[in-house]
């Protein structure tokens, strides 16, 4: 539980892993200091990685220091995603008043 492997399942991998995951589904950003040591590809909103780790195999830290879970489970990989803001994501937050209407509710 908790492994990613594309194209297929040549690792023979058990339940509760992902097999042919796909790059989109993997939804990883470019190569970036996201502090830590080296390199990493952080992961973005809705990606395969988040929250698919297996707790009993996971670090207490990602590589960057920041503890293990934050979530319903470890995420797979180095960088444990810390900041996924669900409550916007529709883009309600903009300014754009466009469209919208204001009502005055009744005395």
Request: glycine content about 14%; overall charge negative; hydrophobic content about 30%.
């Amino acid at each position: 539980m908790g492994n990613l492997e594309s194209p297929s399942n040549t690792c023979g991998l058990g339940p509760g892993d992902q097999v042919n995951v796909t790059v989109a589904n993997l939804k990883l950003g470019s190569l970036a200091d996201n502090g830590g040591p080296t390199l990493t590809h952080h992961p973005g909103p809705g990606s395969a990685a988040i929250d698919m780790g297996d707790d009993s195999d996971c670090t207490a830290e990602d590589q960057r220091g920041v503890p293990r879970p934050i979530g319903a489970r470890c995420d797979v990989g180095s960088v444990e995603v810390i900041n996924v803001d669900l409550i916007f994501a529709d883009g309600l937050e903009s300014d754009d008043t466009s469209g919208r209407t204001t009502q005055t509710p009744p005395p």
